[in-house]
T-cell receptor
């Protein structure tokens, strides 16, 4: 079974632009979560989607948004990028009822 | 509020030596606890988990962890470290009242292995 796939792996943007990151969960997993990882703040939960509905949200500004499609694939969007948005963005999927998250390799976003 | 503390930012051990990485958590109910490992430029790999039952849990790559409710700890151990164990290790707890997909992570402990 293929693991969690995140695309692209690396991304360079400039301040003020917007960006969309993609995550394909493990087949059969309906829950997808997103995390931001930075050296200063560590790993922080962004949001979780289940069956196309946002189920949980972390403490991030409204510039960060996400969605999930009927095939469980998820995207997250960051608008009006700031330098501080430079981070590794990790996606994780979870099988129903199992409480175990499986992580992708992440998308490294650099904002210049 | 729930939190996870990993007191050691960086640990260096010699290859073949034993290892213990510390993790303390703050949680109102019975926690779901996890240890993940991250190699440079990679995502997180699950080493082991504790949900309930036996307080000593076995994981992959020869790791084990012991849940101690009285100390609010979930320390990770390995009897003999290999050079390939050099990585960053994260302890995490499932968020209270949250769904499956909301983990709270510690800041991580970076492990270096001396030959």
């Amino acid at each position: 079974k293929a693991g969690v796939t995140q695309t692209p792996r690396y991304l360079i943007k400039t301040r003020g632009q917007q960006v969309t990151l993609s995550c394909s969960p493990i087949s059969g997993h309906r829950s997808v979560s997103w995390y931001q990882q930075t050296p200063g703040q560590g790993l922080q939960f962004l949001f979780e989607y289940f069956s196309e509905t946002q189920r949980n949200k972390g403490n991030f500004p409204g510039r960060f948004s996400g969605r999930q499609f009927s095939n469980s694939r998820s995207e997250m969007n960051v608008s009006t990028l700031e330098l501080g948005d430079s981070a590794l963005y990790l996606c994780a999927s979870c099988p129903s009822g199992k409480n175990i998250q499986y992580f992708g390799a992440g998308t490294r976003l650099s904002v210049l | 509020a729930q939190s996870v503390t990993q007191p050691d930012i960086h640990i260096t051990v010699s290859e073949g030596a034993s290892l213990e990485l510390r993790c303390n958590y703050s949680y109102g109910a019975t926690p779901y606890l996890f240890w993940y490992v991250q190699s440079p430029g990679q995502g997180l790999q699950l080493l082991l988990k504790y949900f309930s039952g036996d307080t000593l849990v076995q994981g992959i790559k020869g790791f084990e962890a012991e849940f101690k409710r009285s100390q609010s700890s979930f320390n990770l151990r390995k009897p003999s470290v290999h050079w390939s164990d050099a990585a960053e290790y994260f302890c995490a707890v499932g968020a209270e009242g949250g769904s499956q997909g909301n983990l709270i992570f510690g800041k991580g402990t970076k492990l270096s292995v001396k030959p």
